[in-house]
């Protein structure tokens, strides 16, 4: 799903990743930046929206607890709703969230492995979703 730019490139995959630890954030964005996505981060709720106003997303993970004002999912709601073409993926400690997040979303459980996070990403991205994914691994590296 790269997008096509004026010389016949595609343009890079954008990903805003919302995640209120920063040593967990800077580690998911130098990984998905070597894996080739541009990325873009927020540690709340409030710069998630500031940069979904502001830019094109293609995709955004985030977290479900993030402070600001909405949970992350209530974040990922609100992106359903007002731009239902920015995939999501949601990563919570808990797989109980997976029947409140419905079709629209990939869940991913945490701790999760950053090739697991990639590879739900690149899933979300294909369109290739019936409904609402899990994935475990033991710990985010």
């Known amino acids: ?20 630890q920063e ?9 998905l930046q070597r894996a080739g996505f541009a990325v873009v ?4 709720a409030d710069g998630a929206l500031a940069v ?3 830019s094109l997303v293609d995709a955004v993970c985030c977290a479900l607890r993030v402070p600001g004002s909405m ?4 974040l990922v709601r609100w992106i359903h709703r007002n731009q239902p073409e920015v995939m999501t993926v949601l990563t919570a400690g808990s797989d109980n969230i997976v ?10 459980a945490e701790p999760y492995r950053l090739r697991a996070l990639e590879q739900a990403l ?4 294909r369109g290739s ?11 985010v590296a």
Not at 71 to 74: F, N
């Open 41 to 44: 981060e927020a540690d709340d």
């Open 1 to 20: 799903m790269h997008k096509p730019i004026a010389n016949g490139e595609a343009a890079p995959i954008v990903v805003l990743v919302v995640q209120e």
């Open 99 to 108: 029947p409140i997040l419905g079709r629209r979303g990939i869940f991913l």
């Open 71 to 74: 949970d992350g999912l209530a």
């Open 129 to 139: 979703r019936s409904g609402p994914s899990q994935e475990r691994a033991p710990h």
């Open 122 to 125: 690149r899933r979300a991205l």
């Open 23 to 31: 040593p967990v954030r800077r580690a998911v964005v130098a990984h």
């Open 52 to 54: 979904l106003h502001g």
